[in-house]
């Protein structure tokens, strides 16, 4: 449990409540600051997977808390994005989807985990995090820096993370009946 890489993706969890004290100021020295803790804590997902595979050091706890790690810090600062009060904001129906696409995942991956099974993230989700990592910096940012609107751009990244995320939640559900009917039929 008290791994490197474990100890990473609790560290993701571990910034949410400095994230979401950030964002309860609409100024853009605070956007700037939650952005750059986003950003930061989003590259350590990769090093803990880099670092659980370079010191064998895969887990079954690794496999699960890494994706609850990386779904908490996307979920919970969408949630504040479409909260704070600043303009323009993030559609919260926008959010209400990819929460429940995640959720819907979540669920899944419990399910097949009882029945010992363990269904790890696949390149479209690892794609889907990306762009939705893209996409919370630049809303995070928010403001024109350089003359670029980086809440366009955020919102850009998001919407095409969001078709990406119900493709791949199509494809989870799909290989999770596929393995249990299988396995049904054994």
Known sequence: MWTLPNLLSLFRIAVIP????????????????????????????????????????????????????????????????????REPTVPAWLVVIIVARETAVTVLRCIALTE?????????????????????????VHYDYFHVDFYAAGMYFLVVSTAIALWSGVHYHLQFFRRFQRRMAD
């Open 116 to 140: 010992g099974v363990v269904m790890e993230a696949e390149d479209l989700g690892k794609y889907k995090f990306i762009l939705q990592c893209f996409a919370i910096v630049g809303l995070l």
């Open 18 to 85: 400095f994230l979401v004290y950030l964002l309860t100021f609409p100024d853009p020295e605070s956007a700037l600051a939650a952005a750059a803790l986003f950003l930061f804590a989003t590259l350590t997902d990769f090093f803990d997977g880099y670092l659980a595979r370079r010191r064998s050091a895969v887990s079954d706890i690794g496999r699960i808390l890494d994706p609850v790690a990386d779904k908490l810090l996307i979920i919970s600062t969408l949630i504040m994005l479409a909260a704070i009060d």
